[in-house]
């Protein structure tokens, strides 16, 4: 199909081809088309398969309002072919329809439809027999929705960046209003943004042939240093924050005001067969033949409610369209376009509307009718008129969304037939142009630059002349406000005898007015109930075309006035949008100590821990716990916990903070510490390390880091003691040297003396070990002789490679937290979190001996814990072993006659002991040596018997030789 | 006691073994083809195999360097003993830049070879090996920042010497305009392959490139 | 949920740059022995405000200051944020 000639303000280049595929056809279009424009300027008609009942459907707005061109690009589902510019190359395939758009088997759903799909068929169909679901699962999924995503990550080919932009102002919509209110603000110093969901900003302008006049403006605006966005929707506002998607970047804009130049949103008409291909909306008509030199169709029926189907109808006349027959709701209309029609001897029928459209995969007549305020016929008033294109134009709805979501209380108008923003705005919001009701062009412009000077003002910009003129500008606008309504409400629908076929209130979801009246009768008669119930207003269009359409059907069948119904919470996203930008880059926080290359290259297996990446084992757990037992080891433990408490109130703090007493620990010595709430629970273990009278080094768990340094800091915040606490877990790597060969492994690198005379356990020393400077402390979770060595963290390969190096010849071996947690096991110590949980006390975790009630001061748990100790114990915290090798789930129940009495915590085979051992929750009366339990795990029944000691060097010897 | 412990600093050749600091970037440099040299007892990335780029990007779109070794001192104390700055606004004196992070607390950056001495002088724990620190620089250096951080840089909120603790890449992090369009971000060293990962990912598209210490200007 | 709470000592940042730390409980006195049940109200009882409350934040991402907000918890509107003072808080 050949173009029409140039048309002012035309958007394609006639000089530059641009082609592509659509079901693998060649479609040939120019520069500056959209998908749609090309397709259709070949030729196509039907653009996509509705939701549910396979019917054809053609383009309607042409401007990203509705569902009706959704396309899959390059795999890619759910994008808007008429605004999606056309790219040399591109592949477009047709959604939901099989084999082929223009045979859709599934079509049949539409004959059936009305028995098989009633309103929430879902709830009522396809539920017997049961064991059949599955199978009806997978043929709904595959007959309902909008296309498929692509199946494997290598099918995504986005790239989705988030983009932070501060703002003093940002303007939503870049119609005449937007750019009037963007310039303004800028021009008094304003930094603005402003977004626009079209190709371009223009808004209506675009549509009325006024391109120049569009561009010249957002040239300035741009020239002026407005910052503009197009294509971008505005995805919603969320406290303040409007995300808006632009191409593969998802931008958050913060912006100190915003303006709402939204504009409104025009409107279809409800009747039999108002969703065929070829009936159109006067806007998507305009659009096509002033931007792409299209000629919508040859012969033309118009219905409308207002002048701008009128307009429409001018328009389409001078393109060469034939207009067969006008129906006016109006009962006197008047004006230019008007008499221009008149004047070229078109029937207008007035005080008339469409109500009934007819064809099979197009539209081929339209039954205009004069109707009574309900939408009924007029007996005899019908008359039925061939064309090919049906131009609706059913008045305007102000895109109220994103106000409501900014707190805007959107209510029904009576006089407008809309809903509109009533009362003042939330603070820092302004609203400028259609979506304030206007439609004069002075009065549009003005509101923009009213809202550009109020929001520039509010930023603490201008000055006494732009304070004088926003005055004058705004007494000029509250003169232009129309007093009277643009036009005639439309019916919820109109019918008449003539009427056959479905009538859709809602084409996203398929959703006919039949249905709306259904769900009333079956009780579910309020806009938000029905909206769940049909799913009217929830898909792609997010109600822009249907929210108006569905509240009149719901008024007319409750009875109700529109303004009772209301309307349905706006929220985001305003515009569909790929999930895959919502995403962002796929990347995610990871800690990784010094030497995690190392570990990756030795083969670690490595796991997430706490926020780090961890080696679980180095590949053989096993004979990395005997190296430990026989020879030596050595594991990264640089993600433990560390900081440094200094101040010479520090001992005081922290004999605050634990329930143990520290302040009398002598420099150089190590004590273990838990730390508990003020309801007397264990949050957290670790070494406390006396370096100097006033200088302490506390070490916690690797994943309790975070939250002890923020629960020390929260005290102090209150206290205000003169301490410091200083977090330097980042700043240190650690390695855990343990074995019976781990002095002499230490011995050779340093000029310290190592012998357990000179370095006891529970000693720290500070010294250089090859060459680099460090803290070492002698304490020893994993039970055997060692040395946990702390050292800035720039030297972990360098410590890394020499320990490895030096302990070559007695056998050393890396161990990971998987050997770690079965040394630990043997020596009953617990783990916090996994043994104990956020109700565990310490006497009931076995360490009475931790708390020191005859501390003379107050201490965060105490009056909870000697509460405690005055209580009766009922469970107790004990290690247990079973004989017969099974090793029991951890999380498995401890039983006692028959009943979950306990469960076990930690569990494993220890190589070293030649039995399976464990840590458990069981009974007071049960946490004796000796004791026998029975522990339920998977349907078996393990018998184990309870100890209270460690299971491997109980009196510690190995530990302190 | 001292807190020796914590200074790279002071490490030192000792029984053959002749410690070398290195950047917890440095994995990654090295997996990029830099070139390394000993500066200051640090192993520093001089160039990444094409110095004439490098320099091209710093100038054109924005060059991402490795700059941990910098070093790094907490100053804590009561606001009185510390020098008077206002929490957000730091100032470069005596070859150092001196951040103010709370009324209480300062963070002094400064070359590896002058930390020993402001050490002396300070009531300082040395975090040199806590924090990384990245350079982001160039005429997009700002557009690679609003890509991972929800902090406002524009120069009306932070002008040069503007110091902005907040988070970037979804971690904590502090924020330095050295100056027009250089920016350092310093953050904790465990999360340094990763933030790295992240300003890389989001520089590339813009045309950015990492750059060895020769072209760190 | 994303509005923006003005640390006050960093100034305004968006409030994942926080953790939030609860409504402000008052603690029982340092050497008072409080019974049971006032020992349970304080660990375990919140009131659970509809409206303006009190409450501890604490800047994560940034200073890592602990604070005082008064915020309205229906509208997330934060009416101050004030550094603890020497008195204390709870």
């Known amino acids: 199909m050949s173009r029409l000639p140039p048309q002012p303000g035309e958007r394609i280049d006639r000089s530059r081809a641009v082609t592509f595929s659509f079901d693998g056809r060649c479609v040939r279009g120019l520069e500056g088309d959209t998908i749609a424009s090309a397709l259709f300027a070949s030729g196509q008609r039907v653009f996509s398969r509705s939701f549910k009942y396979h019917r054809p459907r053609g383009l309607l707005c042409c401007a990203g309002q509705c569902p009706n061109c959704l396309v899959a690009v390059d795999g890619a589902p759910g994008v808007r072919a008429c605004t999606e510019p056309a790219r040399e190359g591109m592949r477009v395939e047709h959604l939901n329809a099989r084999p082929s758009l223009k045979w859709d088997a599934l079509r049949v759903t539409d004959l059936l439809g009305g028995r098989l799909m009633p309103a929430g068929f879902y709830y009522k169909t396809f539920l017997r027999p049961r064991r059949l679901w599955p199978l009806y699962e997978r043929v709904l999924r595959r007959a309902a929705g909008l296309g498929l995503a692509p199946a494997s990550q290598d099918g995504r080919r986005r790239r989705a960046d988030y983009r932070r932009r501060h703002a003093d102002v940002l303007v939503v919509g870049g119609g005449p209003a937007g750019l009037c209110a963007a310039l303004r603000a800028r021009v008094l110093g304003a930094d603005v943004v402003l977004v626009d969901e079209g190709a371009e900003p223009g808004g209506h302008l675009l549509v009325e042939g006024r391109s120049e006049q569009a561009r010249s403006l957002a040239a300035e605006a741009h020239e002026a240093g407005v910052e503009i966005l197009a294509p971008a929707a505005a995805l919603g506002f969320f406290d303040g924050l409007v995300a808006v998607w632009h191409g593969d970047t998802l931008h958050q804009i913060r912006a100190a005001q915003h303006v709402a130049a939204t504009g409104a949103i025009e409107q279809p008409l409800v009747f039999a067969g108002n969703d065929l291909p070829g009936v159109m909306l006067s806007s998507g008509a305009r659009r096509l033949a002033a931007l792409y030199a299209l000629r919508p169709g040859h012969t033309a029926a118009v219905a409308t409610a207002t002048d701008q189907g009128l307009e429409a109808a001018v328009a389409l006349l001078d393109v060469g369209v034939r207009i067969a027959a006008v129906a006016d709701l109006r009962p006197a209309p008047d004006g230019r376009a008007l008499r221009r029609l008149e004047a070229e001897g078109i029937p207008v029928l007035r005080g008339a509307t469409v109500v009934c459209a007819e064809g099979r995969n197009a539209v081929r007549s339209a039954t205009l009718a004069r109707v009574d305020g309900d939408g009924r016929a007029l007996e005899g008033s019908e008359i039925e008129v061939p064309c090919d294109l049906l131009v609706v134009s059913g008045g305007l709805s102000p895109a109220t969304a994103l106000l409501a979501q900014a707190g805007a209380k959107p209510a029904y108008e009576q006089a407008a037939g809309a809903f509109m923003s009533q009362g003042p705005l939330p603070a820092g919001v302004h609203a400028a142009g259609a979506v304030t009701g206007l439609h004069d062009d002075e009065a549009i412009e003005l509101s923009g630059r009213v809202a550009g000077a109020e929001a520039a003002h509010a930023v603490g910009l201008g000055d006494a002349v732009s304070h004088a003129r926003l005055e004058r500008d705004a007494t000029r606008l509250a003169e232009l406000r129309p007093a009277t309504p643009a036009g005639a409400v439309p019916p919820a629908s109109a019918v008449s005898g003539k009427s056959k076929g479905k009538c859709f209130a809602c084409l996203c979801e398929d959703v006919t007015t039949e249905e709306i009246r259904q769900s009333v009768e079956e009780g579910f008669d309020s806009i938000e109930l029905s909206k769940r119930y049909t799913t009217v207003t929830m898909g792609p269009c997010q109600g822009r075309m249907c929210q108006l359409p569905a509240v009149r059907v719901m008024a007319r069948e409750t009875g109700l006035e529109l303004a009772e119904v209301g309307t349905t919470t706006a929220r985001p996203p305003w515009s569909a949008v790929p999930l895959g930008v919502l995403a962002g880059r796929p990347l995610q926080p990871a800690k990784r100590s010094s030497i995690h290359h190392r570990h990756r290259e030795l083969g670690a297996n490595v796991l997430w821990a706490g926020g780090w990446r961890r080696p679980y084992d180095y590949g053989d757990p096993r004979a990395e716990v005997m190296a430990v037992h026989e020879a030596a080891g050595v594991i990264d433990v640089s993600p433990l916990g560390k900081l440094l408490v200094r101040g010479p109130e520090a001992g005081a703090f922290l004999d605050r903070l634990y329930p143990n007493r520290l302040s009398t620990l002598g420099p150089g010595r190590i004590r273990y510490g838990i730390l508990g709430s003020d309801a007397g629970r264990i949050m957290d273990d670790g070494t406390v390390c006396r370096l100097d009278e006033d200088a302490f080094y506390v070490t916690t768990t690797s994943s309790g880091a975070g939250a002890v340094d923020e629960w020390f800091s929260w005290w102090l915040a209150d206290w205000c003691m003169d301490v410091q606490v200083t977090d330097v877990t980042e700043a240190l790597s650690a390695v855990n040297l343990a074995g019976p060969r781990a002095r002499e492994v230490l011995d050779g690198l340093t000029a310290l003396e190592c012998s357990n005379e000179a370095f006891g356990y529970l000693d720290a020393r500070q010294g250089h070990v090859a060459g680099v400077p460090c803290l070492i402390l002698r304490i020893g979770f994993v039970g055997e002789l060692g040395y946990e060595i702390h050292f800035p963290s720039a030297f972990g390969q360098h410590m890394w490679d020499v320990l490895l190096q030096a302990g070559a010849d007695a056998g050393i071996r890396p161990f990971g937290l998987e050997p770690q947690r079965l040394l630990r096991l043997q020596k009953l110590h617990v783990i916090v979190g996994q043994d104990t949980d956020s109700e565990s006390n310490p006497y009931e975790a076995a360490m009475p001996w931790i708390v020191k009630l005859d501390k003379e001061d107050d201490f965060i748990g105490r009056w909870a814990l000697e509460q405690a100790s005055e209580r009766e114990l009922a469970t107790g915290l004990v290690g247990f072993q079973t004989s017969d090798g099974v090793v029991p789930t951890e999380g498995a129940a401890v039983l006692v006659d028959g009943a979950p009495a306990g469960r076990v915590t930690s569990s494993r085979f220890s190589p070293k002991l030649g039995h399976v051992i464990g840590i458990a929750w069981v009974p007071a009366e049960l946490a004796r040596d000796g004791a026998g339990i029975t522990i339920a795990d998977n349907g078996h029944r393990l018998s184990a018997t309870v100890t209270t000691k460690p299971f491997y060097d109980p009196d510690g010897t190995r530990l302190r030789s | 006691m001292s807190l020796d412990f914590l200074s790279p600093d002071l490490a030192r050749p000792d029984r053959g073994f002749e410690p070398l600091a290195r950047s917890p970037i440095e994995p990654s440099l090295r997996r990029a083809g830099a070139r390394f040299e000993v500066r200051d007892g640090w192993s520093v990335a001089i160039d990444l195999g094409d110095a004439a780029a490098e320099q091209e990007a710093a100038r054109s779109s924005v060059a991402v360097a490795d700059r941990c070794a910098l070093g790094k001192l907490e100053v804590t104390g009561p606001a009185s003993s510390l020098p008077e700055l206002a929490p957000g606004a730091a100032v470069h004196r005596e070859g150092a830049w001196w951040c103010p992070v709370t009324a209480e607390r300062m963070l002094v950056l400064c070359p590896p070879v002058a930390t020993a001495e402001l050490r002396e002088r300070l009531p300082a724990v040395d975090l040199t090996t806590g924090l990384a620190a990245v350079g982001i620089a160039g005429p997009r250096a700002r557009d690679v920042l609003a890509r991972l951080s929800a902090l406002d840089l524009r120069p009306q909120s932070t002008p040069e010497g503007g110091f902005r603790p907040g988070s970037v890449a979804r971690v904590p992090a502090m924020v330095l305009r050295e100056g027009g369009d250089r920016f350092l971000v310093l953050f904790g060293s465990a999360y340094a392959q990763y933030v790295w990962t992240a300003v890389c990912d989001a520089a590339g598209p813009l045309g950015g490139r990492v750059v060895g210490a020769g072209q760190d200007a | ?90």
Do not use: K
């Open chain 3, 1 to 90: 949920m994303s509005f923006v709470l003005s640390c006050p000592v960093c100034g305004a940042r968006e409030v994942t740059d926080f953790r939030y730390g609860g409504e402000i409980v008052a603690r029982p006195d340092a050497g008072s022995s409080p019974s049971p049940r006032e020992l349970n109200l304080y660990n375990y009882f919140r009131r659970n405000t509809a409206g303006v409350q009190r409450e501890w934040w604490y800047h994560r991402s940034g200073c890592r200051s602990w604070f005082v907000a008064e915020r309205d918890t229906r509208t997330n509107e934060v009416l101050s944020t004030t550094l603890p003072s020497e008195e204390g808080v709870r």
